[in-house]
Structures are given as structure tokens and as C-alpha cells.
């Protein structure tokens, strides 16, 4: 569904990202696992048409998206939930949620596709007249992930979505990206727990420094005595 290939991407003279290459198959759980710096966010603004790459391909459905700027990208299909999550702090929860409609025309759809988000939110329905900056950090991630639903995407990229949440918290958005992929949704996760976004992943790639050092099945990886070591405190 998504493949990169030989990506290089340069911030002035300084090389963040060295040659990476991976694959994201339909309907999986993919994720990109290192420490802070490794580049992590950066592969995913790059696929998302916010920066550009020196070198390489990012195909997704047949097509390379580095030409293609950022919003066309969303049309194709293709969500991101950014680091920090971002919301329009100064609109209500229900003009955020529209927002992540804005590449659709069909009024009825995206208000079918309202009523699937609220479902699945319960909360953002019953703050929907709330400004988005007086929610709590976890009603925010919420709000940040429906948002990204709202464009109906096919492949949804997700950046650190646990960042700053409470452990009763961290569950239940992690809950909620299992629904998200059960429900038929292809998932790109970039995430510091690396212990919990293993868990619920299908395949994972390891990064450190702008390469990717490690791939495999998440299961595996998990015993993985370097992985353990360096990424999950044991």
C-alpha cells in the first residue's frame, strides 16, 4: 500500500534521514520504533507532502507522492495525527472535526462519517460546542485522531499519540488504534512506547540516527535482546 524507498532528507547541510527503506502492507500495523532524534517524525512529515526528501520514492496506490503537495495527499486517501496533536485550539470540537472533511464534497457523507467519529468518541459528542484548547491533553489526542477520520483516509499516520497522557489514558488510545485498524484502516504508527506500540503492532522497523538498524514481525522484536535493551527498560 505504502513503500519508501532509499529516502534521504536533509535539514541545511545536515542529513537526518540516510537511505531508508520500508513497506507498509494493506490493513497491517506498522511500527517505527527509536529514540528521540532518530527521525521518526521526519519520515512521516516527508510522506505527508510537509517536507520535501533530496532523494528517493514514497509510492502509495501506484504513485509517487513526493511531487504532490501536502493537501492533495489527504484527498488521495492518506491521514496524518501530528505530534502534539495540533488541534485548532480557537475553533470548537465540532469546526476541528470538519476541518479533517475539508477535501470532501459529499455534505452527507461526511456527516455519516460525524456520527461514525462520535461513535467511536463518545466524549468529542458530548464537547462538541467546547472550545478544542480547553479540553484535556487526552481529549485533544481524541479530538486530533477524529479529525484525521474524518477524511475517510485509507492509511492513517500517527505521531507519538501517547506523548504526555496518563497510563489509563495511553490504553485507551492504544485501544483505540486497534479498533481504527479492525475497523479496516491501515495504520503508520511512529510512537516513544516502544513496549506498547509493539504490542499491538504487526511488523515494526527499529531506527536510530537516520537508518533503519532493525525489521521484523513486532512479536519477535519484542524478545529481542537489543530491542529490550534499548528501547524497553529491561
Partial sequence: MLEVKDLQVYYGVIQAIKG???KVNEGEIIALIGANGAGKTTIL??????ISPKQGEIIYSGLDLKKL????IVSMGLAHVPEGRRVFSQLT??????MGAYTRSDKNETEETLQHVFKRFPRLEERRGQMAGTLSGGEQQMLAMGRALMSKPS???????SMGLSPILVEEVFDIIKSINKSGTTVLLVEQNAKKALSIAHRAYVLETGNIVLEGNAKELMNDESVKKAYLGE
Fill in 155 to 161: 492509511i492513517i499516520l500517527m505521531d507519538e499519540p
Fill in 45 to 50: 512529515h516527508t510522506i505527508t507532502g510537509l
Fill in 69 to 72: 503537495p501536502a493537501h492533495k
Fill in 93 to 98: 470540537v465540532y469546526e476541528n472535526l470538519l
Fill in 20 to 22: 531508508v527503506s520500508f
